[in-house]
């Protein structure tokens, strides 16, 4: 019995891979020949362009913002949240969702405890800037580094979805602090269409674009070249970096490799299901695919909003625009699988275990207030149609001279978790951190510290053999 369930699996797995090699491989077109434009300047603005009309100038200025608190704002914010319908649970869990109960518990913290005008003080801790870049607005913040070091290394901070700068507040701290003489001068930047940023008004704002900003704001802060973290969609774009601007990210550190979905990747998978002594390295990747079926239920369970915001964004974008618990209940569990899939069995999500509701209900309140939390949702779109067209960033090999190192959570989700040694001729660093999820940075600043210079020491190191081998060549 036991035996033929097993062998339906191994036939169900191969049949998978076999249909995804023959559509990746013969159905769709690969190639990896970038689009002619790619490093062209775009326009995202408002402003309708006539056929043959220029792209107006970008006005270059650096501009002071402040985060602005809104007596306003919070009175409409607390009115919505008074009216919530709460829909009552049928399991003490998150099994079927975010919990209404914990949900409860949420909004009530939300209306009587959480004091925004404190966190708006604490977000403006660091002076924030604006800049015009391809018709559209970019928030970023430039954070100094503390006291006197040999080595400054300027390094971008990129986060994912549904993330916000925010998240990186803690790691900043850190990282311009000079430990062994280097510290970091700390960029982070918030996407167009999240955090402070205005959102693009065209359509086709993809990872090559957000890449091509990354590096024009880069320059004009005076920096040709830089060091790259990169966390959910920023992992993505760090890739994205190596292939298209090895000149410019000296080296690119990320928490979520992208899955090897050649013919040899998906053979490892289903063998790999069966067999995991043989195919893999390491204990982290072989649990991936130890229970085929488990892994199969959970893509299931979790792949919902990847499909609704890959299709329809504006539809759930429209709802969670207009209700804040709503927002609250949709983005905060995707915390809660995020920092370990074992949380929906918890009747709080496990969310307050790595996390203050403080915490939380920051991150969502830039959803809110910016309403980028809907267009946000856009960019999956946008990136699901390149990914089924011609140009395919994510299929693209990294440049052979990109410097490359890995920082993964231990409950980090899916196929994600495994080495890409296929995409990158140069991976000087590829650690596991344990207890940690998805949100690398929000669940441990002061370890991600650690190993990002870590990171920058084996670049060092590796920057100087390649400079000593270059001198014994002349």
Known sequence: MAFGCCKKLLLLSTLVAVASVGYYKFIRKDTN????????????????LKQGEPI???DTTLRPLKVAYDEDVL???HERLNKTRFVEPLQNSFEDGFNGDMLKTVVDYWINKYDWKKQVDYLNSHTQFTTQIEGITVHFIRIKPTGAAKVVKPILLVNGW????YQF????????????????????VSRPGFGFSEQPHKSG??????????????????HEKFFYHGEDWGSVEGHGLSVLYPQNAEAIHLTMPLPDLTLVGLTKMVVGSYLPSLVYSNEHEAETFAKPKDLIKFILREVGYFILQATKPDTIGALLMDSPAGSAAYYLEKFSVGVNKESIYLQDGGLTKKFTLDELLTDIMILWTTENGAYSHRYL??????????????????????LVGFTIGEHEIGITKMKPSCKYSNILKFDYLMDVGHFVAFEAPTALDEHLRKFESLVSEHQTKIEKESKKEL
Not at 162 to 165: A, E, L, V
Not at 173 to 179: D, F, Q, S, W
């Open 205 to 222: 704002f993809s990872i090559s674009d957000s890449c091509r900003i990354y590096v024009k704001l880069m320059k004009r802060l005076g």
């Open 169 to 188: 507040y803690k790691l900043a701290e850190l990282l311009r602090k000079p430990v062994n003489d280097v510290a970091f001068e700390v960029i982070l």
């Open 162 to 165: 549904p993330s916000s700068i």
């Open 33 to 48: 020949q970038l689009p002619s434009d790619v490093y062209d300047d775009h326009y995202w603005g408002k402003k309708v």
């Open 381 to 402: 779109k946008e990136f699901v149609n390149k990914v089924d067209s011609d140009f395919d960033i994510t299929r693209m090999k990294g440049h052979p001279s990109a």
């Open 56 to 58: 107006p100038k970008d």
């Open 75 to 77: 009175k409409d914010l």
